[in-house]
């Protein structure tokens, strides 16, 4: 059974940091490309930023300079650090765990950490 469990969300005031976690199993997690998304309410949900298996990354403009995402294969988590958060923020955040090649095609999410930035 597979599980991405997201943690390290909560109340930040604007200007501040926050951690979050994404604990994966069921998975071969090094395999994987990891990426952490947001949903704002009554939006869609958008990708934030995301690394490969190779460790390469990829942010939304909105990421670029202030949000890290970073991996650690022997605990099987990927982290997205945060700084300089504002209002804007404010959403739900997924982890996401993907695998496409020639045989195999799968996708799998974790069920939302919430992130509210507010002063």
């Known amino acids: 059974q597979v599980q991405l469990v997201e943690s390290g969300g909560g109340d930040v005031q604007p200007g501040g940091s926050l951690r979050l976690s994404c604990a994966a199993s069921?998975?071969?997690?090094?395999?994987?490309?990891m990426a952490w998304y947001r949903q704002a309410l009554g939006k869609e949900r958008v990708l934030v930023a995301d690394i490969t298996t190779g460790a390469n990354t990829h942010y939304a403009e909105s990421a670029k300079g202030r949000f890290t995402i970073s991996r650690d294969n022997a605990k099987n988590t990927v982290y997205l650090q945060m700084n300089s958060l504002r209002p804007e923020d404010t959403a739900v955040y997924y982890c996401?765990?993907?695998?496409?090649?020639?045989?195999?095609?799968?996708?799998?999410w974790g069920q939302g950490t919430q992130v509210t930035v507010s002063s």
């Open positions: 069921g998975i071969i997690f090094s395999d994987n490309t």
């Open positions: 996401n765990a993907a695998r496409r090649n020639f045989f195999t095609n799968s996708e799998y």
